[in-house]
C-alpha cells in the first residue's frame, strides 16, 4: 500500500470565514447541545440519585443495582454499530427521534411498573438505555465530525458540556424534588419522561441535517493561518478493516475503555460509596454536581486546546487527573475530601472524551467517525458494565470499594500508557477513489 495522503492543522488564524465560523453553525451547536442534556445528561447522571432512593425501597442488593446500571452501559455501547448503521441509512433527525421516544417509553415504565429487581434491569439497563444510545451521543458526534473539520475540537466540547451542565443541575434538583415529595423515586422518572418529550419535539423541528449540509457546502469554511502545530488531521477516511489493523485503534480503544470504566464506578457507585462512609444525600448530591462541573473545566480545555495540541497529549495529562482523584476518593474527609477527589476525577474525565472524539475524526478521517466510535463503543461499553457489576460483587464479599479503588487506578496508568504510544497511523496504501467517496465501512 502506497503511504497516506496526511495534513497538519496549522495555528495562528488570521482570518476566518464559513459555515464553522457563522451564527448558522452556533444555532446547529445549541440544538444537538439541548438535546444531549436532554436525552444523555439526565439519564446519566441525575439517576444516580433517583436509585441511591429506589435501592432503600425496592430493598435491591448491590449486585442487582450494579448489574441494572452495567446493562444501562451495555445498551449504550453494545448498540453503538447499530446506530451507526441508522446514522448512514436514515440520517440523525429519524434516529435521534426513535431514540427520544424509546427514552420516554422507558421512563414511564419506570415510574408506573418496577417493583422488583429483574423489571429495573429490564426497564432501566435495556429500553432506557436503548434510548439514551440512540438519541444520544454517538449521533450529534457523528454530525459534529460530519460539519467541522477546521473547528472541531472545540465543536466536540461545546456539544460535551451538556452532559457536565446537566449533570451539575440534575443530581441537587432531583435530590430536591425527592425531599420534597416524601422520596417519591417514581417522580424523578416522570420528569425524564417530560425531558424526552422536549428532545423529541427539538430534534423535530430544529435538526434537519439535509439544511445543515447544504449549509456546509454553500459556505465551506476557510483559514488563513501561520505557523504549523502537532495536530494530525488527516484528508484520508479509513475503511474500518484498515483501521482496526493498526496499533491507533488499539491504542485508543484501550483509553476509551479506562475512562469508561472509571466514570461508570463513579457514577454508579461513587454516591453510595459516600453513603457509606457517612456522607448524606445532599453531601453525595453536591459531590455529584462538582465532579460534573469539573468535567465540564476539562472538556472545555481540552476543546480550546485540541486543535491546537496534540489531543494524545492532553489526553495523558487527563488521564493523570482521573488517577489522582480516585487515589483521593477512597478515603476523604468533610466538604474539602469532596473536593479534592471530584476535582480532578472530573476534570480528567471531561478532558478525555474530547481527545476520543477528535482523535478518532483526526487520525481517521472524518466521515470514518460513525463507524470507527460505533466499532469502539461495544467493547469499550462491556469494559464499563463489568466494572460496574464487579464493583457491587466486590462489596458485597468484602463490604467495601478499596479493593476496586486499587484495580481503577492501576488500569488509569494503563491508559495514560497507552495514549503515550498512540501516534497516528500510517497507511501504506490507500485507494483514492474510494478515499474520496469519503465512506467507511
Not at 470565514?17 to 446519566?44: I, K, M
Not at 430493598?59 to 443495582?65: A, C, K, N, P
Not at 466510535?373 to 466486590?394: D, E, R
Request: net charge neutral.
Amino acid at each position: 500500500m502506497e503511504q497516506g495522503a496526511r495534513v497538519y492543522a496549522v495555528g495562528g488564524p488570521t482570518a476566518a470565514h464559513g459555515f464553522e465560523y457563522s451564527t448558522d453553525a452556533w444555532r446547529v451547536l445549541g440544538a444537538l447541545w439541548v438535546v444531549v442534556l436532554l436525552v444523555v445528561a439526565v439519564p446519566s447522571a441525575g439517576i444516580s440519585v433517583i436509585n441511591a432512593q429506589m435501592i432503600a425501597d425496592l430493598d435491591l442488593d448491590r449486585s442487582v443495582f450494579g448489574l441494572g446500571f452495567g446493562m444501562f452501559v451495555m445498551m449504550m455501547g453494545f448498540q453503538g454499530p447499530i446506530v451507526a448503521m441508522l446514522m448512514q441509512k436514515f440520517g440523525y433527525q429519524r434516529t435521534v427521534t426513535v431514540g427520544c421516544f424509546v427514552l420516554l417509553i422507558g421512563s414511564v415504565i419506570m415510574a408506573t411498573l418496577v417493583n422488583t429487581g429483574w423489571q429495573y434491569v429490564l426497564a432501566f439497563g435495556v429500553i432506557v438505555g436503548t434510548g439514551v444510545c440512540v438519541g444520544g451521543m454517538l449521533p450529534a458526534q457523528s454530525a459534529i465530525a460530519r460539519w467541522f473539520h477546521v473547528r472541531r475540537a472545540l465543536a466536540v466540547s461545546v456539544v460535551l458540556s451538556a452532559v457536565e451542565f446537566g449533570g451539575f443541575l440534575s443530581p441537587p434538583s432531583l435530590d430536591r424534588l425527592l425531599a420534597a415529595s416524601n422520596n417519591n423515586w417514581r417522580l424523578g422518572w416522570w420528569v425524564i419522561a417530560g425531558l424526552a418529550t422536549v428532545a423529541l419535539l427539538i430534534t423535530r423541528f430544529a435538526l434537519n441535517e439535509r439544511h445543515v449540509e447544504r449549509l456546509v457546502a454553500a459556505h465551506p469554511t476557510k483559514i488563513e493561518t501561520s505557523g504549523e502545530t502537532n495536530v494530525f488531521k488527516s484528508q484520508v477516511h479509513w475503511l474500518l478493516r484498515e483501521a482496526v489493523k493498526t496499533r491507533a485503534y488499539w491504542l485508543i480503544l484501550t483509553y476509551m475503555s479506562v475512562a469508561g470504566v472509571a466514570w461508570v464506578f463513579l457514577m454508579a457507585h461513587g454516591v453510595v460509596h459516600l453513603q457509606d462512609i457517612g456522607y448524606s444525600s445532599a453531601d453525595t448530591a453536591m459531590a455529584m454536581a462538582i465532579t460534573i462541573v469539573a468535567s465540564f473545566f476539562g472538556n472545555m480545555a481540552a476543546g480550546f486546546l485540541g486543535d491546537r495540541i496534540s489531543p494524545a497529549i492532553i489526553a495523558v495529562a487527563s488521564m493523570v487527573f482521573v488517577t489522582l482523584g480516585f487515589f483521593l476518593l477512597v478515603h476523604p474527609q468533610g466538604f474539602t475530601g469532596i473536593l479534592m477527589y471530584a476535582a480532578p476525577a472530573g476534570i480528567g474525565y471531561g478532558a478525555s472524551q474530547v481527545c476520543v472524539m477528535a482523535l478518532l475524526g483526526n487520525y481517521f478521517g472524518r466521515e470514518s467517525f460513525p463507524s470507527m466510535f460505533g466499532s469502539m463503543m461495544p467493547v469499550s461499553t462491556l469494559c464499563a458494565a463489568s466494572g460496574a457489576a464487579a464493583a457491587g460483587a466486590i462489596f458485597d464479599q468484602t463490604g467495601s470499594y478499596d479493593l476496586m479503588f486499587n484495580i481503577i487506578v492501576g488500569l488509569c496508568v494503563v491508559g495514560a500508557l497507552a495514549m503515550l504510544l498512540a501516534s497516528p497511523p500510517r497507511p501504506t496504501r490507500i485507494d483514492r477513489d474510494r478515499a474520496a467517496e469519503g465512506v467507511a465501512q
